[in-house]
């Protein structure tokens, strides 16, 4: 069978692995944990290196349809979003590597068939601050590939909204230890609805600013989703420090440290940075799942 099927995705899971930390995040207040989903499918990219929307729209619904616990795609989807919101999908438009239009497009189609007016519905990175959907945006998804990062050590969801801030480079000392600062800023606070950690071809390694190195890309073919920000970045990063150690033969520190993850947890309370506080549940192909 092409792609995956969703229900043999669903009943095919390969069922939970409880990964991380305590934490105090709002997204899993009282000690709960965070509920993230990784899906893989080889046949997501095609021979040119491009995302095939049939395969990642299965992909995308399969992972909300087991975040959520519903059956029916469009019933998952509209327990993230409603007919009534206005949704500003927050993508990211890196050259070498941007968020993949297939996502861009399973995404903006399944808000629609929520019942969200098209017109209330847009796509953007670097004009976040003067879209006019995002100016009166209820929602936001959050979509962008993971990489390393000059800066960060890793570009991840949570560095993903760094073009809502009037003056990004305030975000940049200490290796952006202070990026959960982002998701208090008045265009982002709440509005979250989800998280889409695009791995298709993840960047695991990469030395100056804008550095892309082909050579340290790989087709891991997977979306990691939630609605917990940290935990998903917590298991994107979890599963590039394994690539390394694989890569390299020996543990390989990513430089700099990407302890923005854990602040966003335990300075800014968005979410389960720590393994054993995330219940991950994997859809579709295991193998080299690295985690």
């Given at each position: 069978m092409n792609g995956i099927s969703r229900r043999g995705m669903l009943r095919g899971a390969l069922g939970l692995l409880a990964g991380?930390?305590?934490?105090?995040?709002?997204?899993?207040?009282?000690?709960?944990?965070?509920r993230v989903v990784l899906v893989r499918d080889p046949k997501a990219i095609d021979g040119d290196g491009n995302a095939r929307l049939d395969v990642i729209q299965e992909m995308i619904d399969a992972a909300v349809v087991e975040l959520v616990g519903e059956t029916d795609p469009i019933d998952a989807w509209g327990q993230i979003l409603k007919?009534?919101?206005?949704?500003g999908i927050k993508s990211n438009v890196w050259q070498y590597l941007p968020t993949p239009p297939a996502v861009e497009e399973a995404i903006r189609r399944r808000a629609i068939e929520v019942g969200v007016k098209p017109?209330?519905?847009?796509?953007d990175d670097r004009n976040v601050?003067?879209?006019?959907?995002?100016?009166?945006?209820t929602a936001l998804v959050n979509t962008r590939p993971m990489r390393s990062h000059h800066w960060a050590g890793l570009g991840t969801c949570l560095k993903n909204y760094i073009?809502?801030?009037p003056e990004p480079w305030a975000y940049h000392p200490n290796a952006c230890e202070n990026l959960g600062a982002l998701w208090r800023l008045p265009a982002c606070k709440g509005k979250t609805?989800?998280?889409?950690?695009?791995?298709?071809t993840p960047q695991f390694h990469g030395v100056g600013p804008h550095n892309f190195s082909p050579e340290h890309v790989w087709p891991y073919a997977g979306l990691v989703v939630s609605r917990d920000p940290v935990a998903a970045d917590a298991i994107g990063a979890a599963i590039i420090v394994a690539k390394r150690r694989d890569f390299f033969g020996q543990d390989r520190p990513i430089s700099p440290s990407v302890h923005h993850i854990r602040v966003a947890d335990t300075r800014f309370g968005l979410g389960n940075s720590r393994l054993e506080r995330i219940d991950l549940l994997r859809?579709?192909?295991a193998r080299g799942s690295l985690i």
């Open positions: 991380s930390v305590v934490a105090r995040g709002a997204i899993a207040a009282g000690g709960a944990k965070s007919a009534r919101d206005v949704v017109d209330d519905v847009a796509v601050l003067r879209n006019r959907v995002f100016s009166r945006a073009t809502f801030a609805r989800l998280n889409v950690l695009v791995m298709l859809l579709g192909e």
